[in-house]
């Protein structure tokens, strides 16, 4: 078996192919909701070569995404060059796992995929943090049921919000400061980006463990998640391999275990 994986959030999108062991290629292009299914294949064929592969190898596809306007051509992509019809999060896939809240359909691909993949790899109950274009919260059940969870602006926007809204605040990079107290403008701006993001973190992991009747293991992923790495002892695990996993055992149950 030979895996194309595609998990496609509101700013990048990758692709990742599973030899039926491990991961043996990985590739990320910027979210386009107008690229073409022959737009991909002319990219992707291209990073493939490269990695000694080709789109005849590649029998199984499995896509997440939460631009729905995408979806059509990422169906397509596989349709089309690599003759199989895809499992697709949220249409044709069957997750295994209990959606506990008021509208399940409302539920993120991406959030359920995540669940999967941390419940697979850690002891429940968990709380998983996802940094993305949005920083979300989920509760995972002791039984890996979705119970819901929390979703606040990403770090990245908050960022570009406050560049674009104040005309004498400049556009920064987001890192780590030494002190919270800036000495200068950009200082200032970088430590209420980080530290104000680390006790948002703080005080949601909290509030959300003081409604919880069992202790929560706290699981981080996503493309900005390094960027907390050892600024707080909330978070037990970094994971950036969160969302891959949960969609190869997705996969897996959907193929009878193959």
């Given at each position: 078996m030979m895996l194309l994986a595609i998990e496609q959030g509101n700013t990048n999108t990758l692709f990742a192919v599973?030899?039926?062991q491990t991961w043996i290629a990985q590739w990320r292009a910027a979210t386009d909701s107008t690229r073409t299914a022959d737009e991909y294949a002319v990219w992707l064929s291209q990073l493939l070569h490269m990695a000694g592969l080709q789109f005849g190898v590649l029998d199984a596809c499995i896509i997440s995404s939460?631009?729905?306007?995408?979806?059509?051509?990422l169906r397509n992509l596989a349709r089309r060059y690599l003759h199989v019809e895809p499992l697709v999060i949220g249409e044709n896939a069957e997750l295994g796992i209990a959606v506990r809240i008021d509208k399940p359909s409302e539920a993120g691909a991406d959030r359920l995929v995540n669940?999967?993949?941390a419940h697979i790899m850690y002891e429940g109950p968990l709380i998983v943090i996802d940094s993305g274009t949005a920083t979300?919260?989920?509760v995972?059940?002791?039984d890996g049921g979705f119970e819901g969870g929390v979703i606040a602006p990403g770090i990245n926007l908050s960022m570009e919000a406050l560049h674009a809204a104040a005309a004498k605040l400049p556009r920064v990079a987001i890192q780590k400061p030494q002190r919270v107290i800036g000495k200068d403008t950009v200082g200032a701006m970088q430590s209420g980006v980080f530290w104000g993001y680390i006790a948002l973190i703080e005080g949601l992991i909290g509030r959300i463990k003081s409604e919880w009747p069992q202790?929560?293991?706290?699981i981080a992923t996503g493309g900005v998640a390094s960027l907390f790495h050892g600024a707080s002892l909330a978070i037990d695990h970094f994971d950036p391999d969160l969302t891959i996993r949960g969609l190869l055992e997705i996969h897996r149950r959907n193929s009878?275990?193959?």
């Open positions: 599973h030899d039926g939460v631009v729905p306007q995408s979806i059509f051509n669940a999967i993949g979300t919260f989920d995972i059940g002791a202790p929560l293991t706290v009878g275990g193959a």
